[in-house]
C-alpha cells in the first residue's frame, strides 16, 4: 500500500553543523514530494517541495533531493541554528479520484544545540 | 491574508459526548483536508474535499466520525459518541485545487476525551 518511511526518529546536532533527513516512499506514481515543519503548538509549514521533474532543490540554507528510481528523497540543512529545532515531515503525493492526497512520514524531531 | 482557522484550539469533553471541530479554509481555496495527528499514528488523513464534495473517506476510523462541508467556507468534523482514543490533535488543511500541490494547515485542535 502506500508508506512513506523516514529516518531518523531522532536528530540532534551541534550549531553550525549540518543535518540529513532521509525518506522512502511506495508509490512510484508520486511525483511531488513536500517537506514540513512543526513547531511545539503549532500545525505543519511547508518549508521545500520538490517535483519529480528534478533531481535537487535549494532555498538557502536547505536542500532537498529526489532519486526516482531508488524512490528516496532526503532534507538537507547546513549551518543549523537553534530555531531549526522542530519536528520535520517528508510527504509524497499519491494520486487517487478527482485528486492527490499526501501520504507523510512519521516525522524527524530535530534539536540543534547552541 | 487570514490562514486557516480552526476551532475551538482546546476542546476537553467527557466519554460519550458529542464533539464539533470546525474549520475555515482560506479563501479562494478549493481542497479542504483533515488529518488527525497522535504520537503512535502520525499524521493520518481522514477525508477530504474538492468543491466541497468528499472525495476520499478511507481514513476515516469508523462510522463515529463525519464530515461535512455546506459551502466553501467552512467545514465540519463531529465525533459522536467520542472516547478517550479519539484523544489527538486535529488538524484542517486547503490547497487552492485538486491538483495543486500545497496544503496550508491551521493551528490545530487538541482534543482530550475523559
Known amino acids: 500500500g502506500e508508506n512513506v518511511e523516514q529516518h531518523p526518529s531522532t536528530l540532534s546536532v551541534q550549531e553550525g553543523d549540518s543535518a540529513v533527513i532521509k525518506c522512502t516512499y511506495s508509490d512510484s506514481a508520486s511525483n511531488y514530494f513536500p517537506w514540513y515543519k512543526q513547531e511545539l503548538g503549532k500545525g505543519p509549514q511547508l518549508i521545500i517541495d520538490?517535483?519529480?521533474?528534478?533531481g535537487e532543490k535549494k532555498d538557502q540554507r536547505i536542500a532537498v533531493t529526489l532519486n526516482k528510481t531508488a524512490k528516496h528523497f532526503s532534507l538537507h540543512i547546513t549551518e543549523t541554528q537553534p530555531e531549526d529545532s522542530a519536528v520535520y515531515f517528508c510527504a509524497a503525493r499519491v494520486w487517487r479520484n478527482q485528486g492527490g492526497k499526501l501520504i507523510f512520514g512519521q516525522g524527524t524531531e530535530l534539536s540543534v544545540k547552541p | 491574508d487570514a490562514g486557516v482557522i480552526q476551532s475551538p484550539r482546546h476542546e476537553v469533553t467527557e466519554m460519550g459526548q458529542e464533539v464539533t471541530l470546525r474549520c475555515k479554509p482560506i479563501?479562494?481555496?478549493?481542497?479542504l483536508f483533515w488529518y488527525r495527528q497522535t504520537m503512535m499514528r502520525g499524521l493520518e488523513l481522514l477525508i477530504y474535499f474538492n468543491n466541497n464534495v468528499p472525495i476520499d473517506d478511507s481514513g476515516m476510523p469508523e462510522d463515529r466520525f463525519s464530515a461535512k462541508m455546506p459551502n466553501a467556507s467552512f467545514s465540519t468534523l463531529k465525533i459522536q459518541p467520542s472516547e478517550p482514543r479519539d484523544s489527538a490533535v486535529y488538524f484542517c488543511a486547503s490547497s487552492l485545487a485538486a491538483g495543486t500541490d500545497t496544503q496550508y494547515f491551521g493551528p490545530g485542535t487538541r482534543l482530550t476525551v475523559l
Open positions: 479563501s479562494g481555496h478549493n481542497s
Open positions: 520538490i517535483r519529480s521533474n528534478v
